[in-house]
């Protein structure tokens, strides 16, 4: 029984915790983390912090920057609805989110990637004057 009520509690803190990861305070503070410590080795390199906090931040915009390039076929407007240059650097994905982060500290306790994709329709939203 004991077994059992161990394994019950060790499952939900796992899940709290994986829950709680995902909010925008967590995001937040993982790319305030990445920015701080990343440093450029060399052109086109980067070196980032070796962190579950950093590498949180920086999966999290690489995916972003990666589905940006995103288009349906036959559509002319890109599947998340942003106009990001192609030279917009993944370190300049998490000045943004930060930014926006920091401007609406009433929202951390959303989910990280709702609030990531909203700042990011912020700063480059879609029009049909969109140069890609």
């Not at 589905?67 to 370190?91: I, K, N």
């Not at 709702?114 to 990011?120: E, S, V």
Request: overall charge neutral; some cysteine.
């Amino acid at each position: 029984m004991r077994y059992v009520a161990a394994n019950t509690l060790f499952f939900a803190l796992a899940l709290t915790q994986a829950s709680h990861a995902a909010d925008g305070s967590f995001l937040l503070n993982s790319c305030n983390e990445m920015l701080q410590a990343t440093t450029v080795a060399e052109v086109g390199k980067l070196n980032a912090p070796d962190t579950l906090a950093s590498g949180f931040c920086f999966g999290s915009m690489t995916t972003l920057q990666q589905l940006a390039r995103l288009q349906w076929s036959g559509q002319d407007e890109p599947a998340l609805g942003l106009c990001v240059p192609p030279a917009v650097r993944t370190t300049q994905y998490a000045r943004i989110v930060v930014k926006y982060l920091q401007a609406h500290p009433e929202r951390l306790h959303d989910e990280s990637s709702f609030l990531a994709l909203t700042a990011l329709r912020e700063a480059y939203p879609y029009s049909s004057s969109c140069i890609r």
